[in-house]
């Protein structure tokens, strides 16, 4: 008779853990940075179909790191909460703090209950009036939930990206000094040299406080060059 193989409760969450960190680990940097107009997203991302970085409602952007498949189920649902409680109740009543609540759910719930975990790394953003009442969340894969202000990185190397963002990141950045630093982050090597991205091969959107309603943008084309000093 073979004997029941037994897993301790605390190594089963670690070897989840280090399952879905290896995961996202694996996928391309996202820089999320704070500007004196809103809030600036950037990445490395050669496709012009399957994007990293969408709109969720009016004023609501999401960005992601990890399998895409994964994170694009969220992004949907994400879409269908914030369409289905703007129409219920008031678009007022629609906000990323509710969003981060209804993913770190799911995340949570998969993380604890499912044999694997979801590979993603999400931020939630709204931008408000004032960049006081902007709201950042970055949500892990197992739900947890973090308020980050002034810059976010995921994936890749994050832990080394963050620190070199953290050391040029300043408040009240315009938007050409935010979009040049969040690609320059995005090119930096391991090894502390630096790579030129071109704007092909970037996907940046910005949530812009100064339009009336839907606050996403993306930029692509020549205005993309010109922020970057590239035209």
């Known amino acids: 008779m073979s004997m029941p193989f037994y897993v301790s409760p605390e190594q089963l969450m670690k070897d989840r853990a280090d399952y879905a960190r290896k995961g996202i680990a694996r996928g391309r940097s996202v820089v999320v940075l704070a500007y004196e107009g809103g809030i600036a997203f950037a990445t490395e991302n050669p496709s012009r179909a399957l994007h ?9 952007a999401f960005a ?113 000094g935010a979009v040049r630093l969040a690609v320059d982050v995005l090119g930096t090597q391991p090894e502390g040299q630096a790579r030129e991205i071109g704007a092909a091969q970037l996907e940046v959107a910005v949530l812009d406080r100064a339009r009336p309603r839907r606050a996403f943008r993306r930029l692509t084309g020549p205005v993309l060059a010109e922020l970057l000093g590239r035209a």
Not at 65 to 70: A, I, P, T
Not at 77 to 106: C, E, F, H, K, M
Not at 121 to 130: F, I, N, S
Request: charged residues 30%; aromatic residues 10%.
């Open 52 to 60: 990293k970085i969408s709109e969720i409602y009016d004023r609501i």
């Open 64 to 176: 992601a790191v990890g399998k895409y498949n994964e994170f694009e189920n969220l992004r949907v649902a994400g879409v269908r909460y914030a369409d289905l409680r703007g129409y219920s109740y008031d678009r007022a009543d629609v906000n990323a703090r509710g969003l981060a609540n209804a993913y770190a759910q799911t995340l949570g719930t998969v993380f604890t209950t499912e044999s694997k975990p979801l590979e993603v790394e999400l931020v939630v953003a709204e931008v408000g009036t004032t960049e006081d009442e902007d709201q950042v969340y970055r949500l892990s894969y197992d739900g947890s939930v973090a308020d980050e202000r002034g810059h976010v990185v995921m994936g890749g190397q994050a832990e080394h990206l963050s620190q070199r963002c953290a050391e040029r990141w300043e408040p009240g950045m315009d938007l050409e």
